[in-house]
C-alpha cells in the first residue's frame, strides 16, 4: 500500500501534525495508533490544565483528546486503531500489524514519528529492595486509575515529583488514599509550580527535597520503604534512613522518549531523542519528529503546536501549502518557589502566568484583572475539580469536572458526594458537558461530564 | 503411593523431574514458591559454564563437564535458546596471565579445551577489546542459556510425559513411614518410596530432618544489572577478569559481562553470604559494587569502544539471587548413609544450571537400577511450543496472524509480544499464574520500560484465562495483589 503521509502515534503530537497537514492540503493521510481509541495519553488525563494555549478555555485531558478527535473525523482523516507499527525504514516502508487487516506494508511518501514516551522505571532508577508488588509508574496508576478503574494503591510514597506523580497524588487524596510523602532527590522539583500548588499544597501532601528511596521492604506486596537523604553528589547519607509505612511506592522520575523504531531505522540521534533540522525533519529525508518522541514537553499544549508545526513542516516537503509554518516558541511556567503560589490567570483566555508571594504581591500579570484573579486566590481560593464517577451496577468509570471552579476546601465533599451518586445506567449515553449533578452540595457548581459514555 | 517426590521445582528438580518421565513411574514435584524457577534459577548469571576452572575431581568439575556437553542437544530438543558464544578471560597484567596459565592448566585436567592469547588472538576474537588488556584465556565452549526458560521447557516436558506438580506447596515434615517416606505439605500428606532433595537453599533442612549425616547450605546472593538490548550488537563474547578470591576462601568466577540470549546485556555479580535463604533482593550496596566496578573496568570492554563511559542510562533493571553454598564446599549428592531412598542434589550452587542436566540422570538412575524401572513407552522429548512472534520471519508473521488474529495485538511494545503469546504462556502445561509467570516465560514487561505500558493488558488477560476478577491477581505469589481496589466508591 501507498500512503503520502503516515503520522506514528495518534496522541496530541500525532493528531495535530495530522489536522494541520491536511489543512496545507494533503489528502493521503493515514494514522497508525496502537491503542483502540485516538488521544494518546491525554485519554488518561482526567485532570484540568489543558488547551489553555490552544484552545483558550481550561480543558481536562481527555477533553482536548476529545476535540481533536472531532476534528480528525470532521476533516475526515484516516486512521487505524490497534495497529502496531513493527518495522520502520529510513526510507520510509513501514511494516505494520493489526488484528483484522493482518500484516502489511505501507510505503510512504512522508513519515512524522509521534510516538511519544514511556517512564522512567524502578529498574532504569536502581531502586534497591524486594521484588514485589505495589511499586508501579505513575502514568501505569493513573492508567488503572482512569481507565479500568481500580485503585493500585492506598497508602502511598511518591518518589520524584514530576508532573503525573503530583496530579496522581491529587487524585488519589480525592479518591480517599492517603498520599504521605513525596520524596525527590534533587533540591528543587522538576514538576510545574501550579501543580506543586494545586496538587500537594492544597492537600497538605508533604515534599522532601534532598531524599530518595533507599530501600523496599514487604513479604507480596510493599509495606514500608526506606527514605534517606542525600549529599550534593546524591548519594545517600548513612544514618538519615525513615521507615515509612506504605502500601505503594509511586514512582514519577521523569520521561524517556520512545525511539525504538527511530534507532532501527538508524536515524541519527542528538540524546534520547533523533537529530532534527529547522523543520524537524530527521536524518532520514521525508521523516519528521514531534511531540515528546523529540524531547520531553512540559505541556501538552507544546507538543500539540510542535505537532503543528511538524504537519505543516511535512506538507511543504509534500509539495502542498505556503510553507509559510513557524516553528513554535515555548515559554516556560515559573519555577516553584516556596512561600509563592503560582497560578494560570483565569481571567480571560489569555492565560498569563501568576505568581503571588507572601505578602500579597502580584505578578506576571499583563492586566488588572490578573491581580484581582491572584488576589481572590489568596483570599479564597476556587478550584476547578475533576474526577471520576462509576456507571451504576457496572465495571466503568468515566471522567465529570466541575463546570466552574468550586471553593478549595469543598473538593473532597464534592468527590465523596460524586462517588456516592453513581450515574443510573438508563441516563447514558452522556455527551461531554452533559450537566450529571446541579449546584453540587450548593457550591454553584455543575458536574458535567468530561467524556464521551456510551450505551 | 509416589514412586518420587521431588522437593523443589527448580533447574536441578525438573531436571530430575524430566528424567523420571522417561520411566513408568509415579512422580510428584513440591514446590513452596508461586511458580516453577522461583528461587535460585530465576537469578543467576545465565551462563553455561564449560568447567575449566573447578578443581578437577570434584562433583563440581565432573558435573559441569558433563553437563555443559549436554547443553546444546538437550536445549534443541526443548527448543529453548542456546548461544555457544564461548568466554573470554582478561587479563590486564602479568600477574593475571599466571592466572590464566592456572586456568588453562586446571581446564587440561578437566579435559575442557581453552587457549591461552596474547593480545593479537583476543582481538581476532573479540575485534573491540579495550587497551591495557594483553592477554587472556579463550574458552571456546562456554555459553550462554536462559536458566528459567530451560526450567519451564523441563517443567512442561515432564508435565505432558505424566509427572504431577504442585506449586504453593510447600513440605513442611518428612517422616519415614512404613516402607516409605511420609512428606507433610500444604496440609496433605504424600507417601513415597523416594525423595529427591532438590530444595536449593533449603536443602539441609530436609536432610538434616532425615540424616544425622547434617550440612548447612548458606545462602551467596549475587546481583545483577540488565542493560538494554541496544548494546548487544557491539559485544560477542562472555567476558570476565581473573577470578576474585572471597574472603571466605574460595573463590567466585568474579564479575562478568554475559550477552544473553534474549538479546539484553547482564552484568554482574557480588558474592555475599546472607542469612535469608530466600534473599532475592537487590541492595544499595550490592548495586554499587557492580557499577563501581563496571565504570572502572568499562574501558576494557568492547562496548566501551561505541559508549566510552559506563552507561547508567541503559540499564534497564537489576535483580538478585541466591546461589545454595554448602559447607562442604562442592555438590552434596545421593543417599546420606543413614537415609535410604532419600537423594541430596544440594550444594548446588554455580556451576549449578550448567550441572543439573548431567546429575539428574546420575541420582535418577539410583532409583531406576534399583527398582530395575521399566521405561516409559509413550516418553516423548519434545514439547510443542511456537517460535516467539519477534523471530518469525515476515512470512511466518503473516501466517501466524492469519491463524491467529491475536498474533497482530503487540501487548508488550519493548519486546514485541503478542497477545497470542501471553494467551498461550497461561494455557501450557504449568502455566503462568501471576504477571511475573507471564513475564518470564513471554519476556512481556521485561524490556526497557519495565512493564510500564503492558502490565494493566497482561493483567485483564489474567483474569480473563484464570476466570477471576481484576483484583485477585497477582503480581507474584501470595499477598502480592497488583490492585487494591475500585476506583470511585468513596469506600476508603
Not at chain 1, 531505522?265 to 542528538?270: F, G, K, R, S, T
Not at chain 1, 501549502?321 to 489569555?350: H, N, Q, R, T, W
Not at chain 1, 460524586?418 to 449546584?439: C, Q, T, W
Amino acid at each position: 500500500m501507498k500512503k503520502e503521509l503516515v503520522i506514528i502515534g495518534g496522541g496530541a503530537a500525532g493528531l495535530s501534525a495530522a489536522i494541520e497537514a491536511r489543512k496545507k492540503g494533503v489528502q493521503d493521510i493515514l494514522i497508525l495508533e496502537r491503542s483502540e481509541e485516538l488521544g494518546g495519553i491525554l485519554r488518561q488525563c482526567i485532570h484540568a490544565g489543558f488547551g489553555v494555549h490552544k484552545y483558550k478555555t481550561d480543558l481536562t485531558g481527555v477533553e482536548f483528546a476529545q476535540r481533536l478527535r472531532s476534528e480528525i473525523k470532521e476533516l475526515g482523516i484516516e486512521y487505524l486503531c490497534g495497529s502496531f507499527v513493527i518495522d520502520m525504514s529510513a526510507e520510509r516502508l513501514l511494516t505494520v500489524v493489526h488484528p483484522e487487516r493482518g500484516l502489511f506494508q505501507i510505503q510512504a511518501g512522508a513519515i512524522i514519528l509521534a510516538m511519544g514516551c514511556r517512564e522512567r522505571s524502578r529498574g532504569a532508577l536502581m531502586i534497591p529492595g524486594k521484588r514485589i508488588a505495589g511499586v508501579i509508574t505513575a502514568g501505569t496508576a493513573q492508567r488503572y486509575l482512569n481507565l479500568k478503574g481500580y485503585l493500585p494503591g492506598k497508602r502511598i510514597v511518591i518518589l520524584g515529583s514530576g508532573d503525573i506523580g503530583l496530579i496522581m497524588a491529587r487524585q488519589f487524596a480525592l479518591e480517599g488514599a492517603e498520599v504521605i510523602r513525596v520524596v525527590e532527590i534533587m533540591p528543587h522539583s522538576s514538576g510545574l509550580a501550579r501543580n506543586i500548588s494545586q496538587c500537594l499544597e492544597d492537600f497538605d501532601i508533604p515534599l522532601s527535597f534532598n531524599s530518595t528511596v533507599t530501600d523496599i521492604q514487604g513479604r507480596g506486596r510493599v509495606e514500608s520503604v526506606t527514605v534517606s537523604k542525600v549529599d550534593e553528589s546524591l548519594k545517600p547519607i548513612l544514618g538519615t534512613e525513615e521507615i515509612i509505612p506504605c502500601d505503594t511506592l509511586l514512582i514519577s522520575a521523569g520521561l524517556i522518549p520512545e525511539n525504538e523504531l527511530t534507532k532501527a531505522a538508524e536515524i541519527e540521534m542528538a540524546g534520547p531523542g533523533p537529530r532534527v533540522n529547522a523543520e524537524l525533519m530527521t536524518s532520514a529525508e521525508g521523516i519528521f519528529a514531534c511531540g515528546n518522541v523529540l524531547h520531553i514537553h512540559d505541556l501538552v499544549d507544546h507538543v500539540a503546536a510542535e505537532g503543528t508545526y511538524a504537519g505543516a513542516c511535512a506538507a511543504k516537503y509534500l509539495g502542498y501549502g505556503d510553507g509559510a509554518a513557524e516553528m513554535p516558541v515555548f515559554v516556560s511556567e515559573p519555577a516553584y518557589e516556596p512561600g509563592k503560589k503560582a497560578m494560570i490567570c483565569l481571567g480571560c483566555p489569555k492565560g498569563c502566568r501568576l505568581v503571588i508571594d507572601a505578602e500579597g504581591n502580584v505578578s506576571g500579570n499583563s492586566c488588572p484583572k490578573g491581580e484581582a484573579f491572584a488576589r481572590q486566590e489568596a483570599v479564597s481560593p476556587m478550584r476547578m475539580m475533576s474526577c471520576l464517577m462509576r456507571v451504576a451496577g457496572q465495571d466503568r468509570v468515566f471522567a465529570v469536572r466541575t463546570k466552574s471552579p468550586i471553593p478549595k476546601a469543598m473538593m473532597h465533599n464534592c468527590a465523596e458526594y460524586i462517588y456516592a451518586h453513581p450515574i443510573a445506567a438508563e441516563r447514558l449515553p452522556v455527551h461531554v458537558g452533559d450537566v450529571l449533578i446541579e449546584n453540587i452540595l450548593e457550591s454553584g457548581a455543575d458536574i458535567v461530564a468530561a467524556q464521551e459514555v456510551e450505551l | 503411593m509416589y514412586d518420587a517426590i521431588v522437593i523443589g521445582a527448580g533447574i536441578s528438580g525438573c531436571s530430575v523431574a524430566r528424567e523420571l518421565s522417561r520411566y513408568k513411574l509415579k512422580s510428584l514435584v513440591l514446590e513452596k514458591g508461586h511458580d516453577i524457577a522461583a528461587g535460585t534459577t530465576r537469578g543467576n548469571s545465565a551462563t553455561v559454564h564449560a568447567g575449566y576452572d573447578p578443581d578437577p575431581g570434584t562433583n563440581k568439575a565432573i558435573y559441569n563437564v558433563r553437563g555443559s556437553r549436554m547443553y546444546e542437544a538437550l536445549c534443541k530438543e526443548l527448543e529453548v535458546p542456546y548461544n555457544r558464544n564461548g568466554m573470554v578471560i582478561f587479563a590486564t597484567n602479568e600477574e593475571q596471565m599466571e592466572e590464566c596459565r592456572r586456568l588453562k592448566k586446571t581446564g587440561d585436567l578437566n579435559t575442557v579445551p581453552t587457549e591461552l592469547c596474547d593480545r593479537a588472538r583476543l582481538l581476532e576474537i573479540e575485534p573491540d577489546m579495550g587497551e591495557g588488556i594483553i592477554g587472556g584465556l579463550w574458552v571456546p565452549t562456554s555459553a550462554m542459556v536462559c536458566p528459567y526458560q530451560l526450567c519451564f521447557a523441563l517443567s512442561e516436558n515432564a508435565a505432558m510425559n505424566g509427572v504431577e506438580f504442585r506449586r504453593s506447596c510447600k513440605v513442611t515434615k518428612i517422616e519415614r513411614g512404613d516402607d516409605c517416606w511420609k512428606v507433610f505439605a500444604g496440609g496433605e500428606v504424600f507417601e513415597t518410596k523416594y525423595i529427591f532433595n532438590c530444595a536449593g537453599t533449603h536443602a539441609d533442612i530436609f536432610n538434616n530432618m532425615v540424616s544425622k549425616d547434617s550440612f548447612k547450605i548458606i545462602p551467596r546472593e549475587g546481583q545483577h544489572l540488565v542493560l538494554d538490548r541496544e548494546l548487544i550488537k557491539y559485544v560477542n563474547t562472555t567476558l570476565s577478569q581473573t577470578p576474585e578470591k572471597l574472603p571466605t576462601g574460595g573463590h567466585t568466577k568474579g564479575m562478568g559481562l554475559m550477552p544473553s540470549v534474549d538479546g539484553t546485556v547482564i552484568l554482574g555479580c557480588n558474592a555475599d553470604d546472607v542469612e535469608d535463604k530466600d534473599f532475592s533482593d537487590t541492595t544499595a550496596e550490592g548495586i554499587g559494587k557492580i557499577v563501581s566496578y563496571f565504570e572502572e573496568k568499562w574501558k576494557y570492554l568492547p562496548i566501551s569502544k561505541y559508549v566510552p563511559e559506563f552507561p547508567r542510562d541503559k540499564v534497564i533493571t537489576a535483580y538478585g539471587g541466591s546461589r545454595p553454598h554448602s559447607d562442604r564446599d562442592d555438590f552434596i549428592l545421593g543417599e546420606p548413609e543413614d537415609a535410604k531412598y532419600f537423594i541430596n542434589l544440594a550444594g548446588i550452587e554455580s556451576p549449578g544450571v550448567t550441572a543439573a542436566p548431567a546429575i539428574a540422570i546420575d541420582m535418577v538412575k539410583i532409583l531406576v537400577e534399583r527398582e530395575g524401572a521399566e521405561e516409559n513407552p509413550d516418553y516423548r522429548p519434545g514439547r510443542k511450543i511456537k517460535k516467539p512472534f519477534r523471530d518469525m520471519t515476515r512470512e511466518e508473521q503473516l501466517k501466524a496472524i492469519e491463524a491467529d488474529p491475536d498474533y497482530a495485538k503487540i501487548v508488550c511494545r519493548c519486546e514485541t509480544i503478542t497477545e497470542a503469546e501471553i494467551r498461550d504462556a497461561i494455557r501450557r502445561p504449568n502455566g503462568a499464574r501471576s504477571i511475573s509467570g507471564v513475564k518470564m516465560r513471554t519476556r512481556a514487561g521485561m524490556g526497557r520500560c519495565q512493564g510500564g505500558f503492558c502490565s494493566t493488558r497482561v493483567l485483564e488477560i489474567l483474569a480473563e484465562e484464570l476466570g477471576c476478577g481484576a483484583l485477585e491477581v497477582r503480581q507474584s505469589g501470595n499477598g502480592s495483589q497488583v490492585l487494591l481496589g475500585r476506583a470511585a466508591e468513596g469506600n476508603l
